[in-house]
């Protein structure tokens, strides 16, 4: 697996109807002090793209609120280091939902929420192609939409959460190297053969895991997926109280391009349902918990009360 060009991302198109985005959930007015990128430009002091709107984020200790309005931005973008936490929000009718999205990334800032983006690489089944990149610590993404095909999203530092999203793709779509990440609730659509984690952990002291909690594996072919195959040796990954659908193959794992060295591999799963949860034809280097793991070990003790953390999308 090769490690380049960070995204070529196309954001969807988020146009409610006028006077329809209403109600106590609607967020259709930028928070006072934010930085607004609006395609149109209609807006007083926006941006049109969301690179001049990061651009304008100042390198103080004070928070920052980046607000998208509704359009398309087809444009790479990174988020620097900034000295301030950070709030990514997109104009949406229903905070608490994914059902319609704004923006674009590649992420190297700390202490980052993000609410109801879209983030996706258009560029189909033409190898590498990242949709986001998270190269940063204490990141929160709710109610978000990653989608790509090969290496969707690069989760390689963290800690990380997702909570509510939605991300899919074909091949190794969530992979990274250092990352603890947790996936809460959230939908995994394979949309073609391979694999749909390659962790990257490479010794025992790496910190490296991915934990899916409730979360629904879906697809549209039967056993054309695999819940993960190791990018490294020592590859972490569980999937547990999770809906797997019959997308999953029910050898459930895979090695990497045929090679064998699987013994510090830790390949996990607990109290799954569905058509593609079935334990009994598992490859041999993959096993089942007696107990869940908890989001503690991932997101830390203190996870609860942490700034990036949004309790409400638990």
């Known amino acids: 697996m090769q490690i380049f060009a960070p995204l070529v991302a196309l954001a969807g198109l988020v146009a409610a109807a006028e006077g329809a985005c209403t109600g106590p959930n609607a967020r259709t007015t930028p928070p006072p002090g934010a930085v607004v990128v609006d395609a149109t430009g209609a807006y007083n002091g926006s941006f049109k793209t969301v690179s001049e709107g990061v651009a304008k984020l ?86 978000c939409n990653l989608t790509g095909y090969q290496d969707t999203l690069y989760a390689n530092k963290g800690p ?11 091949v190794d779509f969530v992979f990274g190297l250092y990352a603890k990440a947790w996936f809460e609730s959230c939908d995994i659509e394979s949309v073609g053969k391979g694999c749909i984690t390659a962790n990257g952990r490479t010794n025992d002291s790496n910190p490296s895991e991915y934990v899916f ?22 590859a972490r990954v569980v999937f547990q109280n999770s809906n797997l659908s019959d997308v999953i193959n029910p050898a459930g794992w895979q090695q990497w391009n045929g090679d064998n060295n699987t ?20 490859v041999g280097f993959s096993g089942t918990l007696e107990k869940p793991v908890a989001i503690t070990e991932i997101l830390g003790e203190s996870y609860e009360s942490a700034w990036w953390v949004d309790k409400s999308f638990m």
């Not at 591999?265 to 598992?282: H, M, P, S, V, W």
Request: one cysteine or more; glycine letters at 10%; hydrophobic letters at 35%.
């Open 58 to 143: 100042s390198n103080t200790t004070a928070p920052h609120i980046l607000f998208l309005m509704p359009g398309t931005y087809e444009e790479q973008v990174t988020i620097p280091k900034i000295k301030g936490n950070l709030v990514v929000q997109g104009y949406t009718c229903d905070t608490t939902s994914r059902n319609d999205y704004t923006a674009t990334l590649l992420l190297k800032a700390s202490n980052v929420k993000m609410y109801n983006l879209n983030v996706a690489n258009t560029a189909g089944n033409i190898g590498q192609a990242i949709a986001m990149k998270v190269d940063g610590a204490n990141y929160g993404f709710y109610a």
């Open 160 to 170: 990380e959460l997702f909570a509510k999203s939605y991300i899919n793709g074909a």
């Open 213 to 234: 909690n409730n979360a629904r594996v879906f697809g549209s072919n039967p056993g054309q997926a695999f819940l993960g195959r190791p990018w490294r040796p020592y």
């Open 263 to 282: 013994a510090n591999l830790y390949f996990k799963e607990f109290n799954n349902i569905g058509a593609g949860a079935a334990t009994d034809q598992r």
